[in-house]
C-alpha cells in the first residue's frame, strides 16, 4: 500500500498548524491587501476630534467629551470627605457636602471654628451676598430672556406653527420695568 498523502498542504495551512502548536491561536496565516483605516494611538488625557466629537482617555477608557461634563462632575459625591476621609453616606453629609465640599461633621467644626475667632457672621453676610448676585444675574438674564421675546411663535404637537399675538409690549415693559426695581433694590440691599 502507498501511505502518501495525495493532497498537498498548502503554505497557510503549514502556518497554521505551526501556531497551533506553538499555542499561537490569533497569529493570521494569510497577508491581505486593500484598505485600511488609519489609526493614531491615544494617551491617557489626550484630547481629540473625530466625526465631530471631541473625545480623552480617562482611564484607559475612550470617552466622549461633552458641554455637560462639568455639571455631571459638580453633582457626583465622592465617597469620603476631603477633608477628614470620613463618609458622606448619612444623609445630612450628602447635603452638607453639596453646598460646601466637605462632611456634616467638618462643617460643624468649621463653623465652631468661624463662631469662636468672631467671623461667622461675616461668612453668613458673604454667603447671603453670594446668593444675592446670583439671584440678580439670574433675574438680569431674565430681562434679556424677555426683551427678545417680542411674538410668541409655537409648535404644537402636530407641528402646526402658531402665532400668538396680544398686547404683550405693554405687559413686557411692566415685567421688565418690576425686574429692574427688583434688581436695583437689591443691589441697595448688597452695598
Same mark, same amino acid.
Given at each position: ?25 490569533? &497569529? !493570521?496565516?494569510?497577508? @491581505?491587501?486593500?484598505?485600511? $483605516?488609519?489609526?493614531?494611538?491615544? %494617551? ?5 476630534? *473625530? ?65 469662636? &475667632? !468672631?467671623?461667622?457672621? @461675616?461668612?453668613?453676610?458673604? $454667603?447671603?451676598?453670594?446668593?444675592? %448676585? ?5 433675574? *438680569? ?51
Amino acid at each position: 500500500m502507498n501511505n502518501q498523502l495525495k493532497k498537498e498542504f498548502k503554505k497557510a495551512d503549514v502556518e497554521r498548524m505551526r501556531n497551533l502548536i506553538k499555542k499561537d491561536y490569533t &497569529a !493570521g496565516t494569510k497577508s @491581505q491587501t486593500g484598505y485600511k $483605516k488609519s489609526s493614531t494611538d491615544y %494617551k491617557e488625557g489626550d484630547i481629540w476630534e *473625530e466625526n465631530g466629537r471631541k473625545w480623552t482617555i480617562k482611564d484607559g477608557i475612550k470617552q466622549n467629551i461633552t458641554k455637560f461634563d462639568s455639571a455631571k462632575k459638580a453633582s457626583q459625591i465622592p465617597l469620603c470627605c476631603p477633608k477628614c476621609n470620613g463618609s458622606l453616606s448619612f444623609r445630612l453629609s450628602k447635603e452638607t457636602y453639596r453646598k460646601s465640599q466637605m462632611c456634616f461633621d467638618c462643617y460643624i467644626s468649621f463653623v465652631g471654628e468661624l463662631k469662636r &475667632a !468672631g467671623h461667622l457672621e @461675616q461668612y453668613l453676610l458673604a $454667603k447671603q451676598k453670594g446668593n444675592a %448676585k446670583f439671584f440678580i444675574k439670574a433675574l *438680569e438674564d431674565k430681562i434679556k430672556e424677555v426683551e427678545q421675546d417680542l411674538d410668541a411663535f409655537f409648535v404644537t404637537e402636530q407641528g402646526d406653527i402658531e402665532e400668538w399675538k396680544s398686547n404683550s409690549s405693554e405687559i413686557k415693559k411692566r415685567y421688565t420695568q418690576e425686574l429692574k426695581d427688583t434688581i436695583s433694590f437689591l443691589k441697595t440691599k448688597l452695598d
